[in-house]
């Protein structure tokens, strides 16, 4: 039986629904305590989004998933404050899924597999067509980061994670937005794990993560812990697995995982065991936060050839770019100068519930290569990637205006307060600030603020840099109320004491805001060494301490840092 609810009559009602959508740390669609389940809820105004496509035809489709996963008054429920964003497939598009799905009707997906779907495709909040297309992600209900694209040939279009297609935007419902797909997305249901295994063409590759402990690590995709004040925090995991096919391995004359560990402890020179071996050949191809092949190969500057700290202990790789490849699998070279692979484009940025998988041509063993630039981005960590907004996390572009994320309690910052403490008040302890477009040199259009006070210190690891001579410089953010470090009129221009590993050779005493050459707002650079050796490849403990007692008096005191650069020396 149906039942017709209106509005003006059920407040109480549609209260206990606020109740239940504004509990941040609970599943939104909370079925069990949904005070119109088995009930259809329609307003006297305009339907609510499940029923409004109920009584619009093209998505019969979408609402019998809707009712298969009991989330048909789910996504009816509203209140003052909560509205949603549903990104719905048309009856083609759901067709379409299925088949991709290889089943041939809705009830060959599980409920809970259908319930997924549905979050996947919502979002919190309604969103305007205007300002839709100004958003490069939004995070769906499941916790993903929904990538969107705004079709530059098809006027109206967007494209969702390079698979869901948006054809119209923002239909008006009670509580939201309805957004028409012709192609559905892939709910995010699998971690990097299972889809190694799912994919059924890298046994050897799922053999060895079992037998060196990665299979837990690459099917984890959060942790809760309380923490000191007894606040409940999340943790989110990302990796990127470099994967190997059987028949790439088979190309090198390795059939099995027993294969594998004879191939390395053959090549192996220094006595190493056969297990450690192993672990550091499967830490080799992982790294510890997501990132697309495009994001591996970008151009930093001149620069072609990127490198990257895997999970190896001490161990990296190289990402080379060639801009002027016309074959998508040439444009970018791992271990160029040595042994070299590359990714496979259709099976590489396989997008997981936690992290990407792009698979070589090579089997990629472990390698050392000459020294390459290193450009240290500070915001580059896990950690402080799940304290800020996925929105404004290394935003692809500036954005309109400044957004700040306290990230002091990220686990990457050994840091202690100066006992005077700071007087500035336009910024935490340590925070993430993403830049405008008058800082559009910045890296990733970010940098962290430390607002520490005199004698205020941290420390933090830098990737892993390959032995040799290198010149280090730093690049800061300039403001307005930074002039006076500048010209010194209050304190003595931000003097820090740095320190790699604690060394005294390799300390010095500096203060690169007095090195700024304008008064103007913007991105300035300063050489930190003009040489500088680390004799060992390994990542290192980068520290600072505050000199200037201005970090504890002047409330216009701040160290604004973008990215650190380590170039190569003869």
């Known amino acids: ?5 209106h509005f003006a009559h059920h407040v109480v009602c549609l209260a206990a629904a606020a109740l239940l959508l504004a509990a941040c740390d609970k599943d939104v669609f909370d079925i069990n305590t949904d005070p119109f389940k088995d009930q259809t809820y329609t307003t006297t105004l305009t339907s609510p989004i499940s029923s409004l496509l ?60 259908a319930r ?59 509580n939201g937005k309805i957004y028409v797909l012709s192609s559905a997305m892939t709910p995010l249901v699998e971690t990097v794990f299972d889809r190694v295994v799912d994919g059924g063409r890298s046994s050897i590759m799922a053999d060895a993560l079992r037998a060196t402990g990665w299979d837990k690590k690459l099917s984890l995709v959060t942790d809760t812990t309380i923490n000191e004040e007894r606040q409940k925090v999340i ?59 495009s994001e591996l190969g970008a151009m930093m500057g001149s620069d072609v050839t990127r490198i990257w700290s895997s999970s190896a202990n001490n161990q990296v790789f190289t990402v080379t770019y060639d801009s002027l490849a016309t074959n998508e699998a040439d444009r970018y070279i791992v271990n160029a100068s040595g042994e070299r692979a590359r990714f496979v484009p259709s099976e590489s940025n396989v997008l997981a519930k936690n992290g990407y998988i792009h698979e070589l041509d090579g ?50 910052f050994e840091y202690e307060m100066g006992e005077a403490g700071s007087k500035n008040r336009n ?22 603020v430390f607002n520490l006070g005199y004698m205020g210190k ?23 109320g930074n002039n006076f470090m500048r010209q010194q009129t209050d304190g003595n221009g931000g003097m820090l ?57 002047n409330n216009n005191f701040s160290l604004q840092f973008d990215c650190i650069k380590f170039t190569p020396i003869d």
């Open 1 to 5: 039986m149906k039942y017709k609810i």
């Open 54 to 113: 109920e009584e619009t035809e093209g998505y019969s489709e979408y609402v019998k998933l809707l009712h298969y996963s009991n989330m048909f008054n789910a996504l009816n429920q509203s209140s003052s404050g909560i509205s949603f964003t549903a990104f719905v497939p048309n009856n083609e598009a759901m067709r379409d899924f299925y088949r991709r799905r290889g089943v041939d009707s809705l009830q060959q997906l599980t409920k809970e597999y």
């Open 116 to 174: 997924q779907f549905v979050l996947y495709h919502t979002v919190k909040d309604s969103i305007l067509p205007e300002s839709f297309v100004q958003k490069k992600t939004v995070q769906n209900l499941s916790g993903d980061v929904i990538n969107i694209r705004i079709d530059s040939v098809n006027a109206g279009q967007a494209v969702l994670n390079e698979e869901g297609r948006v054809i119209e935007m923002g239909i008006s419902a009670f």
């Open 235 to 293: 943790t989110h995991y990302y990796y990127t697995l470099l994967n190997v096919a059987d028949a790439t391995f088979a190309k090198a004359g390795i059939n099995s995982l027993e294969q594998l560990r004879n191939h390395l402890k053959t090549a192996d020179k220094d006595g190493i065991t056969e297990d450690s071996l192993l672990r550091e050949y499967v830490g080799y191809h992982i790294l510890a936060n997501q990132y697309k092949t």
């Open 363 to 412: 089997w990629m063993p472990v390698w050392e290569p000459e020294q390459t630039t290193v450009l240290w981005d500070l915001a580059d960590y896990t950690e402080v990637k799940n304290l800020v907004d996925p929105e404004y996390y290394q935003p692809a572009e500036p954005t309109a205006s400044e957004q700040r994320f306290r990230i002091a309690t990220a686990t990457c």
């Open 427 to 448: 910024y935490s302890d340590i925070d993430y600030v993403t830049c405008r477009s008058n800082m559009k040199n910045a890296n990733n259009y970010d940098r962290v």
């Open 458 to 480: 941290v420390g933090m690891r830098t990737p892993t840099i390959v032995r040799g001579k290198y010149k280090v410089e730093l690049t800061i953010i300039f403001m307005t």
């Open 497 to 553: 004491k740095m320190t790699f590993d604690d060394r005294e050779d390799m300390t010095l005493f500096t203060a690169p805001y007095t090195k700024v050459n304008s008064a103007l707002p913007g991105v300035y650079t300063t050489t930190l060494y003009d040489e500088i050796e680390f004799e060992e490849t390994a990542s290192h403990q980068f520290s600072f301490i505050i000199l200037d007692p201005a970090a504890s008096t």
